[in-house]
């Protein structure tokens, strides 16, 4: 039987990272949010929004202004506001009192007085932002270290290697597998060090007056928020992000025998000139080398 290329970045890993983002959100499987899985995850490659060039040294900035992120934030808003009021309703009704996913969690806090410490507005933002930082970035650097592992098979075989003598072939990775998958982790660190989700710090203080949505932001404040650093402002969703990352990885590389398409002798690994992810998605061959019965998990 013919192995067709399989596209990744535009439909497994995405809808993937989805899946379990949505879950821990909202506790709901993705069918319940009417996603067209057809439409949004289709095996075309999807073509790149042209934006208008900013300076040599720093193109992305000058592209910013131009990004629809209005435009992406209504779609996203449309699927996600119905589900955040419904719960919102529940807890007001005394339906639930205890909390299953993260929604629940910020809808039930409270400040000193017994009120809701969070609105809705605010609520929807840290869904929200949770939701984009969580799928792309673990899609990301997954892509960046199977491109790798394709172009220096030594290092896809000792990691499949490690998981056929952890996991065995007789069951699905599991994410209590994780802690004994060091050379699998050791991948996916070394992707992340070499291809970086972002390609430079964002503005980390204020130089003039600023609002934020209704916060007023004063210029040259005494605090600076350095995001993806140590400490109380590292990153909040390290753990989560990097579990999904090696669980992806581990994954795939434990279902699937993977290569470069025919007639192609090694991933082009050159960055796109919009941002830093591949050029091109991409591309390769994958060969399922597990029973076929643990295809769908009964």
């Not at 131009?66 to 419904?86: M, S």
């Not at 929807?124 to 592992?149: G, H, K, P, R």
């Amino acid at each position: 039987m013919a192995h067709s290329p399989f596209l990744l970045l535009s439909n497994l890993q995405g809808f993937w990272s989805s899946l379990l983002v949505i879950f821990t959100c909202f506790t709901i499987m993705i069918k319940a949010l009417r996603y067209n899985f057809i439409e949004n995850y289709s095996n075309k490659p999807k073509p790149k929004p042209k934006l208008p060039p900013g300076p040599k040294s720093w193109p992305i900035v000058g592209n910013l202004p131009e990004i629809k992120v209005k435009e992406a934030l209504r779609i996203i808003k449309k699927y996600h506001d119905p589900i955040v009021q419904e719960k919102i309703k529940q807890w007001n009704d005394g339906l639930k009192v205890d909390a299953e996913d993260w929604l629940d969690v910020l809808i039930s806090l409270k400040d000193a007085s017994n009120n809701p410490s969070l609105t809705l507005e605010e609520i929807n933002a840290q869904i929200i932002e949770l939701m984009l930082a969580t799928v792309d970035n673990s899609s990301n650097t997954f892509e960046w270290a199977l491109a790798e592992m394709i172009n220096q098979p030594e290092l896809l075989h000792r990691a499949v290697e490690e998981l056929d003598t952890v996991v065995g072939k007789e069951r699905l990775v599991q994410e209590s597998d994780i802690p004994k998958l060091n050379y699998v982790k050791a991948c996916a660190k070394e992707a992340f060090r070499l291809h970086p989700i972002a390609p430079f710090i964002p503005l980390h203080v204020s130089m003039s007056d600023t609002m934020v949505g209704n916060y007023f932001i004063p210029k040259e404040p005494n605090l600076k928020f350095i995001s993806f650093s140590t400490g109380r402002r590292g990153c909040p969703g390290v753990m989560l992000g990097t579990t999904m990352t090696v669980m992806l990885l581990a994954r795939l590389l434990h279902g699937f025998t993977w290569s470069a398409p025919p007639n192609v002798s090694s991933i082009n690994l050159a960055e796109s000139n919009d941002d830093i992810l591949l050029a091109e998605p991409l591309v390769a061959i994958a060969k399922p080398r597990l029973p076929s019965e643990l295809a769908i998990p009964t």
